[in-house]
């Protein structure tokens, strides 16, 4: 299978608190899992990736959290900002050049 | 940085014609992409390209197709537009397995 589940569709969250976005896939050669931040107006742009061979990868606030049995991966975001608030989509590389893209999370972080 | 330039931000067409967009990068990567982004779809690649004059399909390409004469340019062709193509454009690029850069996008209308 291809696809990768993103959820959840939308999500509100206070200001200073944790942002949880998780996304599922099925096909077991997939050995790259990016994500991405996309604001209004701009295309998106990469925010932290991660292998398999780790099950958490860290840089600032952002964790990228791997669970390579359950096939499923995460993203939080700590201290959550106003200027978190975009759009972020997880990918699966099943491929050295292609990603199979999440359909989106839309971040809002409330001040 | 790496720039990838598309050259319509926005772009209005009518049913029937024949469409171009373009884009171009900046930083001798092999690989370009395109994409089109829709509400609750996510990202689904149309073509790529991993080489000058070579592409593959990607998961969309029906009423699509693609030109690489020089590495730095990847442009999608509407053969004949529909009102379905109306949607939201993405050119990335990347070197090897390197993450894929994107540009800003075209927002297409289809009259």
């Known amino acids: 299978q291809q696809q990768v589940k993103q959820s959840p569709q939308s999500l509100i969250v206070q200001k200073g608190g944790i942002s949880i976005i998780n996304c599922a896939y099925e096909n077991t050669a997939f050995d790259y899992f990016p994500w991405y931040q996309q604001f209004p107006g701009k295309g998106p742009a990469l925010l932290i990736a991660i292998r398999p061979d780790v099950s958490e990868k860290k840089e600032g606030r952002f964790t990228i959290s791997f669970n390579k049995s359950a096939k499923q991966f995460s993203l939080h975001i700590m201290d959550s900002q106003p200027g978190d608030s975009a759009t972020y989509f997880c990918a699966a590389s099943p491929h050295p050049y292609k990603y199979i893209f999440g359909t989106g999370t839309r971040l809002k972080v409330l001040a | 940085d790496v720039k990838v330039t598309q050259s319509s931000r926005y772009l209005v067409k009518r049913t029937g014609e024949k469409v171009f967009l373009e884009c171009v990068q900046d930083m001798d990567h092999e690989n370009m992409f395109w994409y089109r982004q829709d509400p609750g779809l996510g990202l689904r690649l149309i073509y790529f390209?991993?080489?000058?004059?070579?592409?593959e399909k990607g998961d969309i390409p029906e009423g699509y197709s693609v030109s690489r004469e020089k590495k730095e340019r990847f442009s999608l062709i509407l053969e004949s537009a529909s009102t379905n193509q109306t949607s939201m454009y993405l050119c990335?690029?990347?070197?090897?397995?390197?993450?894929?850069?994107f540009g800003d996008g075209t927002r297409l209308s289809i009259l």
């Open positions: 390209s991993y080489d000058v004059k070579m592409k």
């Open positions: 990335a690029s990347s070197l090897g397995k390197e993450p894929q850069h």
